[in-house]
């Protein structure tokens, strides 16, 4: 009986942490819903909290997929999130996996802070680890509310991600050069920021090739190396009343925009619906292109392309990697909608 109780209150806990934890996972483009075809989406939906790792690029453990979703450079692309709850052994829930719908935020149990895009130009976006530099394009991040009397109380970022059904709309600078790039977006969870460590990054990686553009060569910064755990956007305690805030990293390039906390949705945050508009198919890659480059950001793996262990690797509307790494096949988790290499 003891036995069964303590189960139960582990199962719940660890329940609870995992519903609060989330990814993006999809992408839309000048309001075509593509999906996840061309997203490195994590295999885990835990936060990288050490702002020193490899992982601080893509995520870890992720490796490139086998399509790039294409953008015209001045358009509009829009970054979705959504909560994901992984298989813990011996517990009940699994996996959520490309569920998209607005009944649940995008990123539950308070876990305000800034949502912030960068994007890295690479020779090919189906290997790149994830190593050259990047420039900031978008940040919503915080807002003092009058009434407050705690950060929590404030206008964040992840707030306007919940309110929006869990999209940002990014505006894709015109002045940059065409070719393939990385688009970084991410969530900086700050409920636990205030020790060193605490707080939590949750990113993810597509991948994409920019037709048109100019010439422009935007000030770049490294992952891991942009950000330090001391900075004052890492390091703050949200739970009491703040007058300022600061992202970390750099400014937003002059090319790309902002959001103000606290503001409504706009364009496609509010008007693309899943399943009743456009939808957009990624340009194929090549099989050796997709060949997992070195580093904790860009993924592990040779030989082709291929999914890490946890991660997707079929179901209904699927179209990326079906081979699975090294030591896991690819298993039917919830039939005909997701198959999981495990």
């Not at 813990?88 to 802070?113: F, W």
């Not at 002045?175 to 900086?188: F, H, N, Q, S, W």
């Not at 990686?205 to 553009?213: A, D, E």
Request: charged share 10%; with cysteine.
């Amino acid at each position: 009986m003891r036995s069964t109780l303590l189960t139960g209150l582990i199962a719940g806990l660890l329940s609870q942490q995992a519903a609060a934890h989330a990814t993006f996972q999809a992408l839309w483009v000048d309001g075509a819903d593509y999906g996840s075809q061309c997203a490195r989406v994590p295999p885990s939906n835990s936060p990288v909290t050490d702002v020193t790792s490899n992982a601080m690029r893509c995520n870890a453990g992720t490796s490139p997929v086998a399509k790039k979703c294409p953008v015209k450079a001045g358009s509009t692309v829009t970054v979705e999130m959504h909560q994901s709850y992984l298989p813990v052994p011996m517990l009940t829930y699994k996996q959520q996996a490309n569920d998209r719908s607005c009944s649940s935020e995008a990123i539950g149990g308070a876990h305000y802070g800034p949502v912030l895009v960068y994007m890295s130009k690479v020779s090919d976006a189906a290997s790149a680890d994830g190593s050259s530099g990047w420039f900031k394009i978008f940040e919503d991040t915080w807002a003092k509310k009058p009434s407050s009397s705690s950060g929590d109380d404030d206008f964040w970022g992840v707030k306007d991600l919940n309110s929006c059904c869990g999209k940002m709309q990014v505006k894709i600078p015109s002045d940059i050069p065409a070719g393939d790039y990385l688009l970084r977006a991410e969530v900086i969870a700050l409920h636990t920021a205030a020790s060193a460590g605490g707080a939590q990054l949750y990113m993810t990686c597509y991948q994409i090739s920019v037709t048109g553009g100019g010439s422009a060569t935007p000030a770049t910064v490294s992952f891991p190396g942009a950000y330090k755990s001391s900075d004052p956007g890492i390091l703050v305690d949200i739970h009491s009343a703040m007058s300022t805030y600061v992202a970390p990293g750099p400014a937003v390039y002059s090319g790309g925009s902002s959001k103000k906390a606290g503001s409504g949705c706009v364009g496609c945050e509010s008007t693309c619906k899943v399943g009743s508009g456009p939808t957009g198919t990624a340009s194929a890659v090549p099989v050796a292109s997709t060949s997992a480059a070195a580093g904790g950001g860009g993924g592990g793996g040779s030989g082709g392309c291929s999914v890490a262990k946890y991660q997707q690797c079929g179901g209904t509307g699927y179209t990326g990697c079906t081979s699975c790494a090294s030591g896991s096949t690819c298993s039917a988790v919830s039939p005909p909608y997701y198959y999981q290499c495990v």
